[in-house]
C-alpha cells in the first residue's frame, strides 16, 4: 500500500515540533534539569482545585452549552473590559475552548481560505505556521530582532504585507523571547491593521506576567480595532492550570457565529469540571497570581545577572517566562549548542530554531522551574561555555 496516497498532503509535508524532538531526546535521559518546559511548576491554586472536586461530587459532570458556561463567560467578559479595556457580550463575543490552541485553530480555520496570507511575527510559538497551513493558509513570517528586543516594527510588516494578506496574527508576550509591545507599537500595529483591512489574532495568555514595572497593552483597549480582532487568553499560564485545557476566545459576533460551529463539530463544549475549576478562578485572580509573579520576576532577575556572569549575551525579558540567551558566539548552532550541554551536563534546553529559522543563534530557557534548580543549571551551563 502506498500509505502516502491515503494521507493528507498538505498534513504529511508538515515539519514535525522542534520542541516535541528535543523532547523526544530528552526523555531517555535520566537526571536532567529541564529548562525546556513552558509550564509552571507551581500548582493549581487549593480552592480552584476544591471547585472543581466539587462540581464532580454533585453531579456537574454533563455537556454545558457549546460556548460554555454563561456564567463562566460573564466573569470572562468582566475581567476581560476591568484588566484589557474591552467590551464584549457574554451572550454571543465569548466562547470557552479547550486550550488556546483550540482558540487559534478553529479561528484560522474560520477565516482562511485556501491562499490568504498571514502575516505573523518569528521567533513564535511553534504551532503558528503549521496551524496556518492546516487551516489552508499561507505563513508569512515577518523576523523580529534582539537589538529591537524582538519588538515588532510596522516597518517589518509593510515589507511583507500583501494584496492576499488576510491576516496578522501576534503573541506578546512572547513565548519563546520574553518581548513586550509597548503601548505606542500597539497603537501603530493597530493601525496598520486597519489602514490594509486586517483581521488581528492576538495571543494574550502570558498577558499577567511583565516584569520590571512594565504593563501589557491588549490589543483589545483599542476601539477602533474591535470589529476586526480576535483575542485569545485562558488559565494555563497566570494560574498554573495547564492540565485543565482551559481558554477563551473574545471576538464581535459577525466572526463568532462561525467559529462556533466549528467548535460545535468538533469539540461540543469544553470540560465542565474544568469550567467550574476557571470559574472560581475568576473570583479571586489577583490574590492567586500574587505569589507566582513575585516568583517569577526574582527568577527573570537571577537568570539576566547570572548569564552575565556566565559570558552569555542575553535581553532582558519584560514579560512570559522565558529566557531567550544568544550563543552564536561559541560557534556551534542552536541544535549542537543544546544538544551538547545536554550531553555534557544534564542541562535541557530548547534551539532556538524550534521557533522559526531567525531562532537561529539563540535557545530558550524556561524559568518556570525552582529557584534551587535555576542555580545549579546556570552552574552547569557557565561550566559548559568554558569548554567551547
Known sequence: MDSHTFLARHIVDLPKSGIREFFDIV????????????????????????????SLENGLTHYTGNAGLIELRSEIASYVKRKFGGTYD??????????????????????????DEVLYHEP???????????????????????????????????AK??????????????????????????????????????????????????WGGKKHTSFASIPELRDRLVLFHGYSKAWAMTGYRMAYICAPRWMMDTILKIHQYAIMCAPTPSQYGALEAMRQPEEDMAPMLR???????????????????MHNPAGAFYAFPQIEKFGLSARDFALRLLDAENVAVVPGTAFGACGEGFVRCSYA????????????????????
Request: glycine letters at 6%; charged letters at 20%; hydrophobic letters at 45%.
Open 295 to 313: 516568583a517569577y520576576e526574582q527568577r527573570r532577575n537571577f537568570l539576566h545577572a547570572a548569564f552575565a556572569e556566565a559570558g552569555i549575551p
Open 90 to 115: 457574554p451572550a454571543d463575543e465569548v466562547l470557552i475552548t479547550v486550550g488556546a490552541s483550540e482558540g487559534i485553530d478553529i479561528t484560522l480555520r474560520a477565516l482562511l481560505n485556501p491562499g
Open 27 to 54: 526523555s531517555t535521559r535520566k537526571g536532567v534539569i529541564s529548562l525546556a518546559i513552558g509550564e509552571p511548576d507551581f500548582d493549581t491554586p487549593w480552592h480552584i482545585r476544591e471547585a472543581t472536586i466539587n
Open 124 to 158: 513564535c510559538f511553534v504551532s503558528y505556521a503549521p496551524g496556518i497551513a492546516m487551516a489552508h493558509g499561507v505563513p508569512v513570517p515577518v523576523e523580529t530582532f534582539v537589538e529591537d528586543n524582538f519588538r515588532l516594527n510596522v516597518e517589518a510588516l509593510e
Open 369 to 388: 522551574t525552582s529557584m534551587e534548580q535555576l542555580r545549579e543549571a546556570l552552574s552547569r551551563i557557565s561550566r559548559f561555555v568554558k569548554t567551547l
Open 161 to 210: 504585507v500583501t494584496p492576499r494578506t488576510k491576516i496578522l496574527m501576534l503573541n506578546f508576550p512572547n513565548n519563546p523571547t520574553g518581548a513586550i509591545l509597548e503601548a505606542e507599537d500597539v497603537r501603530a500595529i493597530a493601525d496598520f491593521a486597519i489602514r490594509h483591512n486586517l483581521i488581528v489574532l492576538s495571543d494574550e495568555i502570558y498577558a499577567e506576567l511583565t
